[in-house]
């Protein structure tokens, strides 16, 4: 089956999800190092390959952001890029398990959603107690679990919208992130990831007909239903 070409939007964030093919543990000694590196790579990244990015968690397995790309090929660049020096790093071949996925969010609808899902990633599925003193996490710097603020941290409006001031908003984020997401939340963003989606309202994927580099959604499947010979219109005599 041929593979879906990038799903982009000029403007519009992006969840991605790149795994590793095996855990970083496995393949360096002191996984933690390596996790430090990573994320300096990661930073130092962003502005070379045209990346704004709004929040991100690197775990033992994989790669996780949320970033608005600055044209269709930043993000790609990106990863390859980290995969390429990880690569060089371990000395132990392919880094990654296949290509990663990613999915367009709507904002004012999915921003907040996919920055709960990215930050709480380690408390979800790692079993960490306090996902918000992660290290190679935005979600202490979201939450104000960390003193200060992030230089790399370009803010999506969604959050910047939610207070005044900064205390406001690490308030309200962090009001929503400790009640976390509805299962109904949690499988949307899945899905919409796995199947490299977009993921909004009908009038969000309606817009994005008209800019997505392809179809947003899946098409409906079987033929184009044959209409019956008598609601065809007929021929003038």
Do not use: C
Not at 207 to 213: D, G
Not at 215 to 232: F, L, N, T, V
Request: without cysteine.
């Amino acid at each position: 089956m041929a593979r879906l070409p990038r799903l982009y939007a000029p403007g519009i964030p992006q969840l991605v999800h790149a795994r590793f093919l095996f855990p970083l543990s496995t393949r360096a000694p002191a996984g933690s190092r390596v996790l430090d590196t990573l994320q300096k790579w990661l930073f130092d990244g962003l502005a070379r390959h045209g990346v704004l990015l709004h929040a991100w968690t690197l775990t033992d397995d994989g790669i996780l952001l949320l970033a608005t790309p600055e044209h269709d090929k930043s993000l790609s660049r990106l990863i390859q890029m980290l995969g390429r020096n990880l690569a060089t790093t371990l000395r132990s071949g392919p880094v990654f398990s296949g290509r990663y996925r990613s999915t367009l969010l709507e904002p004012g609808a999915w921003v907040i959603p996919s920055m709960i899902w990215l930050e709480s990633w380690v408390a979800r599925e790692k079993g960490a107690s306090d996902s918000e003193l992660w290290p190679w996490s935005s979600a202490g710097f979201h939450t104000g679990a960390f003193m200060g603020y992030s230089p790399v941290l370009n803010d999506h409006a969604d959050y910047w919208s939610s207070g005044n001031t900064p205390f406001d908003r690490q308030a309200a984020y962090k009001y929503r992130y400790t009640e976390g997401l509805s299962s109904s939340q949690l499988q949307q963003i899945a899905q919409a990831l796995h199947g490299q989606w977009a993921l909004g309202s009908p009038d969000f994927i309606s817009r994005l007909n008209t800019v997505a580099s392809r179809r947003p959604m899946p098409g409906k499947r079987g033929r184009p239903r044959i209409r019956p010979q008598q609601d065809r219109p007929q021929e003038e005599e």
